[in-house]
Nanobody, 124 residues
Framework: QVQLVESGGGLVQAGGSLRLSCAASGRTFSSYHMGWFRQVPGKEREFVAT????????YYADSVEGRFTISRDNAKNTVYLQMNSLKPEDTAVYYCAARSGLTRATIRALYDYWGQGTQVTVSS
């Protein structure tokens, strides 16, 4: 069992930056691949970024490639999402998720555990 708690969301102007954190409970955090997703009201939760258990393999949605960076610190049981050059269309609730299995993933249904989400609002 893994419990995930996101933090770091808030209100920022377009072009600004935020860093989201996701703290995980449990002693087996390093065995999980991690992902970030986001959701706006009335839309499906969409993939943002993922990394494997070590952080050495990452993958991003086209919409955030080059602006967002996922990373993790297994000693701190934490995964991060550094978001730069933010745009109003990045406004959403951001969720972190954990999955066991062989590799990282972009598909929501493949994740086993989810956090409660943190709101990110980008003003124009």
């Amino acid at each position: 069992q893994v419990q995930l708690v996101e933090s770091g969301g808030g209100l920022v102007q377009a072009g600004g930056s935020l860093r989201l954190s996701c703290a995980a409970s449990g002693r087996t955090f390093s065995s999980y691949h991690m992902g970030w997703f986001r959701q706006v009201p009335g839309k499906e939760r969409e993939f943002v970024a993922t990394c494997n258990w070590s952080g050495g393999s990452t993958y991003y949605a086209d919409s955030v490639e080059g602006r967002f960076t996922i990373s993790r610190d297994n000693a701190k049981n934490t995964v991060y999402l550094q978001m730069n050059s933010l745009k109003p269309e990045d406004t959403a609730v951001y969720y972190c998720a954990a999955r066991s299995g062989l590799t990282r993933a972009t598909i929501r249904a493949l994740y086993d555990y989810w956090g409660q989400g943190t709101q990110v609002t980008v003003s124009s």
